[in-house]
């Protein structure tokens, strides 16, 4: 067949749609697997199912609350401010970083914030890298476009530390695997997405490297738990090294790996639950045993969700078909590199176009390269490494940072520093931004009244090509910044709100960003 163009992948829909299907099927099949077992610290040796049945898995069910949130806002209207209301009104628990992060939601302190504050011990765990499978659906083989879904996601109850680095690398290998099946190319994408030193990618090395070495899977396994130990368990970075203990030491096959990745303990349906969805989507149902399939059936057993209004999906089929109807809406061709407005202009080459037909899958144009490198991940680094404790809010032509240099709490009198990131977004041109802060009464903030942004600080360049001596001359390139210190009056109350209320001249749409702090 000759091609319509060549730097499109065709993928044929027959076969797209049983591999999405796989992937929900194999998800239910680790978590079933893995759940009577979870929270062993020992490395364990079982063979099989452990119950008469399904098991309900919160892996799972999460991420309908998300389906349901791109079908009723579509997906250019996803972001994790938007989530943030699905989760208050759609997800139950209340445990660790879900509950940290619902209880910082409820105060008004937003996302990433949200995820970062007051959450010193769960923000490392496992919750976000366990829900990414519905962005790596909604974009197969956009690997930067699930990534930067998986953000929105993952920083509302992870801010930007492991737990959110640990989904970023999940959701772009299981974006990649529906083209891309040798799970060492998977490994090596997902890497390309997070950063080098975190402790995320420090697992990922240690697991490939005992591999590499011809270490037995259970000695390579004890090298992760030592490596973690001062984290803890039920921790990102250990468990995201039994995932890849798993991918690398089951080779391929469906039983051995998802196995593999329960025996080595700790958070085992999550580990189990995402090794079966990821060789779901590298080779579709007929590679997933028939007896397992058989066992653990189409349904799909909740037990997060709450408050819903209409059905939800209720099996593995179902939800495919949701996904399918959306993939013409997520998978659109853009009319320009700018579009959506979050991926730098020369960033765009990290994804190929992607076309779903009727003829037989085509990827003569794919080139892995292509799939490699951070993109947006790159901004989210270079804002981590100031302040994670950050604000971020966004309209048509601004991309606005707040960042405090400590919690958001403070006692009588007291002060609390922090400052301003702006960068221009999708309209470019010299801009200048008024500051106007709306206090409680007794309260001040110092801070200069105006910031320039250059054309030069804009997130539409390609970083990559931004000039630069250092990572400090990148973030000077990306942003204009502002620094400012909040003056706390005698009085506070428990909860104290200020408003930084960001115009530009010649723009009617100004922003608005909400700083709840603590008394």
Same mark, same amino acid.
């Given at each position: 067949?000759?091609?319509?163009?060549?730097?499109?992948?065709? +993928?044929?829909?027959?076969?797209?749609? #049983?591999?999405?299907?796989?992937?929900?099927?194999?998800?239910?099949?680790?978590?079933?697997?893995?759940?009577?077992?979870?929270?062993?610290?020992?490395?364990?040796?079982?063979?099989?199912?452990?119950t008469?049945?399904?098991?309900?898995?919160?892996?799972?069910?999460?991420?309908?609350?998300? +389906?349901?949130?791109?079908?009723?806002?579509?997906i250019?209207?996803?972001?994790?401010?938007?989530?943030?209301?699905?989760?208050?009104?759609?997800? $139950?628990?209340?445990?660790?970083?879900?509950?940290?992060?619902k209880r910082?939601l409820?105060?008004?302190?937003?996302?990433?914030?949200?995820?970062?504050?007051?959450?010193? @011990?769960?923000?490392?765990?496992?919750?976000?890298?366990?829900?990414?499978?519905?962005?790596?659906?909604?974009?197969?083989?956009?690997?930067?476009?699930?990534?930067?879904?998986?953000?929105? #996601?993952?920083?509302? #109850?992870?801010?930007?530390?492991e737990?959110?680095?640990?989904?970023? *690398?999940?959701?772009?290998?299981?974006?990649?695997?529906?083209?891309?099946?040798?799970?060492?190319?998977?490994?090596?994408i997902?890497?390309?997405?997070?950063p080098?030193?975190?402790?995320?990618?420090?697992?990922?090395?240690l697991a490939?490297?005992?591999?590499?070495?011809?270490?037995?899977?259970?000695?390579?396994?004890?090298?992760?738990v030592?490596d973690?130990?001062?984290?803890?368990?039920?921790?990102?970075?250990?468990?995201?090294?039994?995932?890849?203990?798993?991918?690398?030491?089951?080779?391929?096959?469906?039983?051995?790996?998802?196995?593999?990745?329960?025996?080595?303990?700790?958070? @085992?349906?999550? @580990?189990?639950a995402?090794?079966? /969805?990821?060789?779901? =989507?590298?080779?579709?149902?007929?590679?997933?045993?028939?007896?397992?399939?058989? *066992?653990?059936?189409?349904?799909?057993?909740?037990?997060? =969700?709450?408050?819903?209004? $209409?059905?939800?999906?209720?099996?593995?089929?179902?939800?495919?078909?949701?996904?399918?109807?959306?993939?013409?809406?997520?998978?659109?061709?853009?009319?320009?590199?700018?579009?959506?407005?979050?991926?730098?202009?020369?960033?765009?080459?990290?994804?190929?176009?992607?076309t779903?037909y009727?003829? #037989?899958?085509?990827? $003569?144009?794919?080139?892995?390269?292509?799939?490699?490198?951070?993109?947006?991940?790159k901004?989210?680094?270079?804002v981590?490494?100031?302040?994670?404790?950050?604000?971020?809010?966004?309209n048509?032509?601004?991309?606005?940072? +707040?960042?405090?240099?400590?919690?958001?709490?403070?006692?009588?009198?007291?002060?609390? /520093?922090?400052?301003?990131?702006?960068?221009?977004?999708?309209?470019?041109?010299?801009?200048?931004?008024?500051?106007?802060?709306?206090?409680?009464?007794?309260?001040?903030v110092?801070?200069?009244?105006?910031?320039?942004?250059?054309?030069?600080?804009?997130?539409?360049?390609?970083?990559?090509?931004?000039?630069?001596?250092s990572?400090?001359?990148?973030?000077?390139?990306?942003? /204009? @910044?502002?620094?400012?210190?909040?003056?706390?009056?005698?009085?506070?109350?428990?909860?104290?709100?200020?408003?930084?209320?960001?115009?530009?001249?010649?723009?009617?749409?100004?922003?608005y960003?909400?700083?709840?702090?603590?008394?």
């Amino acid at each position: 067949m000759i091609r319509k163009n060549a730097d499109t992948i065709f +993928l044929n829909n027959a076969r797209l749609q #049983d591999k999405i299907e796989a992937c929900w099927l194999g998800k239910n099949i680790g978590g079933t697997l893995g759940a009577p077992i979870e929270g062993i610290r020992s490395i364990s040796d079982i063979t099989g199912f452990q119950t008469d049945g399904i098991m309900p898995n919160d892996d799972l069910d999460l991420q309908l609350v998300w +389906l349901r949130a791109v079908d009723e806002m579509g997906i250019e209207g996803i972001n994790a401010q938007v989530l943030s209301e699905y989760w208050i009104s759609y997800v $139950g628990p209340w445990w660790s970083e879900y509950g940290i992060g619902k209880r910082n939601l409820q105060q008004g302190i937003l996302p990433p914030m949200s995820g970062e504050a007051f959450n010193e @011990t769960w923000k490392q765990s496992n919750g976000a890298w366990i829900r990414t499978e519905i962005w790596a659906c909604l974009f197969p083989a956009m690997p930067e476009h699930a990534v930067r879904y998986a953000f929105e #996601d993952a920083c509302v #109850d992870h801010g930007l530390s492991e737990g959110t680095w640990a989904a970023l *690398f999940v959701a772009a290998m299981e974006s990649a695997a529906f083209v891309i099946s040798d799970m060492e190319t998977l490994i090596k994408i997902g890497l390309s997405k997070i950063p080098a030193d975190c402790h995320v990618a420090r697992s990922v090395n240690l697991a490939w490297e005992g591999y590499r070495k011809g270490l037995t899977w259970q000695e390579t396994r004890n090298r992760l738990v030592e490596d973690s130990k001062e984290i803890g368990w039920f921790q990102a970075p250990c468990n995201i090294g039994f995932l890849v203990v798993g991918l690398l030491y089951g080779e391929s096959d469906f039983r051995k790996t998802v196995l593999t990745a329960i025996n080595c303990g700790d958070d @085992t349906d999550c @580990t189990g639950a995402t090794a079966g /969805s990821i060789l779901g =989507i590298a080779y579709g149902t007929e590679h997933i045993p028939e007896e397992w399939r058989k *066992f653990v059936g189409d349904e799909i057993k909740t037990i997060c =969700i709450t408050g819903g209004h $209409g059905e939800w999906p209720e099996s593995c089929t179902e939800v495919t078909k949701c996904i399918m109807n959306l993939l013409p809406t997520t998978m659109r061709p853009r009319m320009t590199k700018m579009s959506p407005d979050w991926m730098p202009v020369k960033d765009s080459h990290l994804d190929f176009p992607v076309t779903l037909y009727d003829g #037989d899958d085509d990827l $003569g144009c794919l080139d892995l390269q292509r799939f490699m490198g951070k993109g947006f991940t790159k901004t989210l680094e270079t804002v981590a490494s100031h302040s994670k404790l950050s604000i971020r809010q966004c309209n048509t032509y601004t991309e606005l940072w +707040l960042e405090l240099d400590s919690e958001p709490r403070i006692t009588p009198g007291g002060e609390l /520093s922090g400052r301003i990131l702006i960068a221009t977004r999708r309209m470019p041109g010299q801009k200048w931004y008024a500051l106007n802060w709306i206090c409680e009464e007794g309260w001040h903030v110092n801070c200069q009244k105006n910031v320039e942004a250059n054309v030069a600080n804009a997130m539409f360049w390609d970083v990559d090509c931004i000039p630069r001596k250092s990572e400090e001359d990148l973030f000077n390139n990306m942003f /204009s @910044t502002a620094e400012f210190v909040i003056h706390a009056g005698e009085n506070i109350k428990a909860r104290n709100r200020i408003l930084l209320e960001v115009t530009c001249v010649g723009r009617p749409t100004p922003l608005y960003v909400p700083v709840i702090i603590l008394g």
